[in-house]
């Protein structure tokens, strides 16, 4: 069995919030954020928005571009380092669908990678059998973890939600198309590299709490820990993905059989305009040839994959057939790229 992209959609938060906005919390300025990364603009999620409504607004366009029922989903995957419950929000989502025969949901956890494990997590089940139709969504939040006093970091990232539909090829269609869309993957990640970028798990003790250490009640957790802002050596990470993703990409279309002459469209985690174009020229990809949304959204982490794909199909851009190279990189440290047909 094999399977290809069928339906694609995507949903962004009400508020944004400029370079210039931003210069009046930190000390930063637009020339500085748009010269260093390429982002003008970004979308936060406001405190009534929430992230599983906007993940489910993103999977429901692109099932009605599949032209697919809720009820012929047979799993969700929600990817995604920032749900709105600790056990996972994919569930909420099947069910804010109207799921009704209760498919299989959960959540991925991958950072910026998440959207490119979910792909290949989706190709593998309906591979393996059972499975006819796989939303995967990329949606985050990293607003909600973003320490608005660091200016390192603070410009960089923005809130989106964006979904794909896999769905089975049977072998009647294999006949006629004669290709799987997801020829190849290459993914990989390193823990010994999380101190560059993480927000680690923080326990609430009081000072009262921490006094009644050496009984039983003071060696137990209080049950509210809560999660640390992102912490971030920008330098290293710029570093780590400009040599990780070209080879990595190098590898996936090695596998494919395949040179960088056929790829049609490089579609990259946008995390920093200059890391795409790094990546691009050392892969030796004309510039008219990567797709870029970073000026508009900033790093949507898990959500950036699909929102670009979203606009660059709607678009009008990439069309039926056209090949695309797709790399994700980020915390974990984690990696990966993908060569699929859209
Ligand atoms: N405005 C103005 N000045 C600033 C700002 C700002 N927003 N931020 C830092 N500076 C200053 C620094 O203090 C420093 O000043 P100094 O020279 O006086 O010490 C100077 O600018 C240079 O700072 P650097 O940190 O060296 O700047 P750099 O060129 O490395 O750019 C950046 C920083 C944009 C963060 C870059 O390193 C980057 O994009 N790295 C990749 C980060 C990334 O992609 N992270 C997400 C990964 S995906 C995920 O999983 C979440």
Redesign the pocket.
């Known amino acids: 069995k094999g399977c290809k992209l069928v339906g694609c959609g995507s949903a962004l938060p009400s508020i944004q919030i400029s370079n210039d906005n931003?210069?009046e919390i930190?000390?930063?300025?637009d020339e500085?954020?748009s010269v260093?990364?390429g982002i003008r603009n970004r979308r936060i999620l406001s405190r009534k928005e929430s992230l599983t409504a906007m993940a489910t607004e993103a999977a429901q366009k692109a099932l009605q571009m599949a032209k697919v029922e809720p009820n012929d989903v047979d799993l969700v995957l929600l990817c995604t380092?920032t749900p709105e419950d600790l056990f996972g929000s994919a569930p909420q989502i099947q069910k804010a669908l109207g799921c009704s025969h209760n498919p299989l949901a959960y959540d991925i956890t991958a950072?910026?990678?998440g959207f490119l494990l979910g792909l290949v997590s989706a190709a593998c089940y309906i591979r393996g059998g059972g499975f006819n139709n796989v939303l995967v969504i990329g949606a985050d939040a990293?607003s909600r973890y973003v320490d608005w006093t660091d200016?390192?970091?603070?410009?960089?990232?923005g809130d989106a939600a964006g979904a794909v539909l896999l769905q089975v090829i049977t072998p009647f269609h294999i006949f006629l198309i004669e290709e799987d869309g997801l020829f190849a993957f290459d993914m990989h990640s390193d823990g010994e590299g999380q101190r560059h970028?993480k927000a680690g798990m923080k326990e609430n003790n009081t000072d009262q709490e921490l006094a009644t250490n050496g009984s039983l009640l003071g060696l137990l957790p209080k049950g509210s820990s809560s999660y640390s802002c992102?912490e971030?050596?920008?330098?290293?990470?710029?570093r780590f993905?400009v040599r990780v993703v070209p080879h990595s990409i190098e590898l996936a279309l090695e596998k494919a059989g395949l040179g960088v002459s056929s790829i049609d469209w490089l579609i990259l985690?946008q995390?920093?305009q200059?890391?795409i174009d790094a990546v691009a020229t050392r892969l030796e990809v004309p510039q008219e040839r990567v797709i870029s949304n970073l000026a508009n959204y900033g790093?949507t982490?898990a959500a950036s994959i699909p929102l670009a794909l979203d606009e660059a199909v709607r678009s009008g851009k990439v069309q039926a057939g056209d090949t695309i190279a797709t790399a994700g990189?980020?915390?974990?440290?984690?990696w990966g790229s993908a060569i699929v047909r859209w």
């Open positions: 931003l210069s930190v000390d930063t300025n500085w954020i260093r990364t380092s950072a910026c990678s990293l200016r390192g970091s603070c410009i960089l990232f970028l992102i971030m050596n920008g330098k290293e990470v710029f993905a985690h995390a920093n200059r890391i790093n982490s990189f980020g915390a974990g440290l984690t």
